[in-house]
């Protein structure tokens, strides 16, 4: 197999930055964005492909629409109402969110514009119930500095968020209309040649500096990266949905060394046809019906698609023998490629003949179809089975990869997967999608804006992290920890009185939280308001520090709703004097003898038994103190 050289394949990559910005109401109504799992409205829509004022049918719109799925949508008053439903006409801008978008053009040395023009931007996804999603440009040009060099800003817009999804099963796809209609400012960078980690610094840099704004949101799914990249001799790919920025750098590895695989197998089609003209597939001349054939097959699947009635059908592929299963990298080749494409029309995959005979399919099938199709050494088929028109739409697709293939990579949109690999996900949109919003008419901004906006700009990031250290008196490492996470504004507040230890609360913040995910527990269940709930009951001496664990854990398996409820549920009211003084006493009684034999080597043991009793009920500090008096009290 090949070794990637990553530095000699003419790698680029462009960051587009999805930011949720926090005004606390949507874009264009005066809903919030409420998460809840209990929706008291469900309603579905068939969304449909149409041709745009130029005539043109979008390319990734069209290959939605051939998936025929029925689009499924659940509704809670506390976060939507007509406008995300698309029965009412959005209502006036939010002026917060146009602000904070003017906020951080201005942030990027960007220019702004002087009017802003709302477009629909064609989605039949389902993941806007209209159809489209409104954006708007708001400023182009400006940059940011990574190590020493500028990366150029392409342009800025403010657009709506997607509903979220929640499932997508055979026909049917499922979002929930919580975050439909969320605010977004959408940063397009543009595209440099580098390594991963050069990428992965600039994404951070960036998110950053938007951090330091302290006016957009933070948390798991808050802020997402589209990552457009491309190498010598391929179209550009899109990977949409990239949250965390360790996974960036996979995604990037995967794609470059994809990518690179995609143009060797494109070599190597071109070299088997010797120069000349390769003949492309015909989906009338090169596609077989082979359902007879294959009656007395002893493959499960070929029988499973048999007694459900489905067409099998075979596609002819003409001196490609060999170059569906090559790898040029591990698990980088054509059939997977083919494979993951057809998983969209809801068909479980192909067989193709550089992997047969197997999965029951023997020699003897294998003859027939080869004769049936009039094949010779050098060539090649696939066998695909399903129910017309999925199985129609599907065939179409894998005809058309296979002719592009010879071409290397082509232009597509993927999907980013928590393993680092993408998935495809549709082909890549075409100019056609973006047509004027007629409910809203132009947004004039005016220079008072533009100058309010560059007066509020906020100190860099270096300088902003080390004003948080000062005023918290905590080290450089914990800054960076909170002001990077989620909770910095909790942090904040829960710090505002002086009562808490800065230094224990971001500890808790940043790692006691994280420690219990790792350990499986459900950070979603740990609303921000228990938290600071919690750190209430310390405040008020109700708990000790120790609990805090206990309390959080209690939420997060989901034994408990609030705080209180955990702290009830856990047994974990704070212990009087006395009553830790009778505990330690009896620990001491019934290890009399060990403590007498064995001295102050007996402390770590007596230890571990006493705060296995009293965990979270007292200061682990006065256990210790205390139970080191016990025990020099015995030995004298």
């Known amino acids: 197999m090949t070794e990637l050289k990553i530095d000699e394949i003419g790698l680029k990559v462009g960051l587009e930055i999805h930011q949720q910005l926090d005004t606390g109401k949507k874009l264009f109504c005066d809903c919030r964005s409420v998460e809840d799992d209990e929706y008291t409205n469900k309603f579905s829509r068939k969304l449909r492909a149409t041709k745009s004022e130029l005539g043109k049918i979008d390319p990734a719109a069209l290959f939605e629409d051939t998936k025929a799925k029925t689009i499924v949508y659940y509704a809670n008053p506390n976060s939507s109402c007509l406008v995300e439903k698309d029965e009412e006409p959005p209502h006036d801008l939010d002026h917060n969110a146009k602000d904070t978008a003017l906020l951080i053009g201005s942030a990027l040395n960007s220019?702004?514009?002087?009017?802003?023009?709302?477009?629909?931007?064609?989605?039949?996804?389902?993941?806007?119930?209209?159809?489209?999603?409104?954006?708007?440009?708001?400023?182009?040009?400006?940059?940011?500095?990574?190590?020493?060099?500028?990366?150029?800003?392409?342009?800025?817009?403010?657009?709506?968020?997607?509903?979220?999804?929640?499932?997508?099963?055979?026909?049917?796809?499922?979002?929930?209309?919580?975050?439909?209609?969320?605010?977004?400012?959408?940063?397009?960078?543009?595209?440099?040649?580098?390594?991963?980690?050069?990428?992965?610094?600039?994404?951070?840099?960036?998110?950053?500096?938007?951090?330091?704004?302290?006016?957009?949101?933070?948390?798991?799914?808050?802020?997402?990266?589209?990552?457009?990249?491309?190498?010598?001799?391929?179209?550009?790919?899109?990977?949409?949905?990239?949250?965390?920025?360790?996974?960036?750098?996979?995604?990037?590895?995967?794609?470059?060394?994809?990518?690179?695989?995609?143009?060797?197998?494109?070599?190597?089609?071109?070299?088997?046809?010797?120069?000349?003209?390769?003949?492309?597939?015909?989906?009338?001349?090169?596609?077989?019906?082979?359902?007879?054939?294959?009656?007395?097959?002893?493959?499960?699947?070929?029988?499973?698609?048999?007694?459900?009635?489905?067409?099998?059908?075979?596609?002819?592929?003409?001196?490609?023998?060999?170059?569906?299963?090559?790898?040029?990298?591990?698990?980088?080749?054509?059939?997977?490629?083919?494979?993951?494409?057809?998983?969209?029309?809801?068909?479980?995959?192909?067989?193709?003949?550089?992997?047969?005979?197997?999965?029951?399919?023997?020699?003897?099938?294998?003859?027939?179809?080869?004769?049936?199709?009039?094949?010779?050494?050098?060539?090649?088929?696939?066998?695909?089975?399903?129910k017309d028109p999925s199985l129609g739409f599907a065939i179409e697709s894998i005809i058309k990869r296979i002719n592009d293939a010879k071409n290397g990579p082509p232009a597509e949109t993927r999907a980013a997967t928590q393993t680092g690999e993408t998935v495809f996900l549709r082909p890549r949109p075409g100019a056609s999608r973006m047509y004027p919003e007629t409910d809203i008419p132009t947004i004039k901004i005016t220079k008072n804006e533009i100058d309010s906006a560059k007066s509020q700009v906020p100190k860099p990031w270096d300088e902003s992290l080390l004003e948080i250290q000062n005023k918290y008196k905590i080290n450089a490492q914990l800054t960076e920890q909170i002001f990077d996470s989620e909770y910095f504004a909790l942090f904040e507040k829960i710090c505002n009185d002086g009562k808490n230890s800065p230094n224990f609360v971001a500890s808790v913040l940043c790692s006691t939280i994280t420690n219990l995910q790792r350990k499986g527990f459900d950070p979603k269940l740990l609303r921000l308001d228990e938290i600071d709930n919690t750190f209430e009951l310390l405040k008020d001496e109700k708990i000790t520090k120790e609990s805090i664990e206990i309390v959080f854990e209690q939420i997060m398996s989901g034994k408990a709703l609030t705080a209180l409820d955990a702290v009830e549920k856990a047994s974990i009211t704070q212990l009087s004097q006395d009553d830790l003084e009778k505990i330690l006493d009896d620990i001491i009684k019934e290890n009399h003898d060990k403590i007498k034999q064995d001295g102050m080597r007996s402390m770590s043991s007596i230890m571990g038994i006493a705060m296995k009793q009293v965990r979270g009920k007292t200061s682990g500090s006065l256990v210790n103190d205390l139970v080191i008096k016990k025990i020099q009290a015995v030995i004298k």
């Open 111 to 386: 220019k702004i514009f002087s009017e802003i023009h709302v477009m629909r931007k064609t989605v039949v996804d389902g993941s806007n119930t209209s159809g489209f999603q409104r954006t708007m440009l708001i400023a182009q040009g400006g940059h940011i500095e990574i190590e020493g060099k500028q990366v150029g800003v392409q342009s800025i817009c403010l657009e709506e968020d997607a509903a979220k999804i929640i499932r997508d099963e055979d026909n049917k796809r499922f979002f929930s209309l919580d975050r439909l209609g969320v605010p977004l400012v959408e940063i397009a960078l543009e595209p440099v040649t580098g390594n991963p980690e050069t990428v992965r610094k600039i994404a951070l840099t960036l998110g950053r500096l938007l951090r330091v704004t302290k006016k957009v949101a933070r948390g798991i799914g808050t802020i997402r990266q589209d990552v457009n990249i491309s190498i010598d001799g391929g179209g550009i790919i899109e990977v949409k949905g990239v949250q965390q920025l360790d996974q960036l750098e996979k995604i990037i590895e995967f794609e470059a060394t994809r990518q690179h695989g995609l143009k060797i197998i494109s070599d190597k089609i071109k070299e088997k046809s010797k120069g000349l003209l390769l003949e492309e597939i015909d989906k009338t001349d090169d596609v077989f019906l082979v359902t007879d054939l294959l009656k007395d097959c002893n493959s499960k699947i070929i029988k499973d698609s048999l007694e459900n009635k489905n067409q099998i059908k075979a596609i002819r592929m003409r001196k490609f023998g060999g170059l569906i299963g090559f790898e040029p990298y591990p698990d980088i080749r054509l059939g997977k490629e083919i494979g993951q494409l057809v998983r969209f029309f809801g068909i479980g995959g192909v067989f193709h003949s550089d992997e047969l005979p197997n999965y029951g399919i023997n020699d003897r099938d294998i003859s027939k179809i080869r004769n049936s199709l009039e094949l010779n050494e050098n060539d090649a088929f696939l066998i695909i089975a399903g």
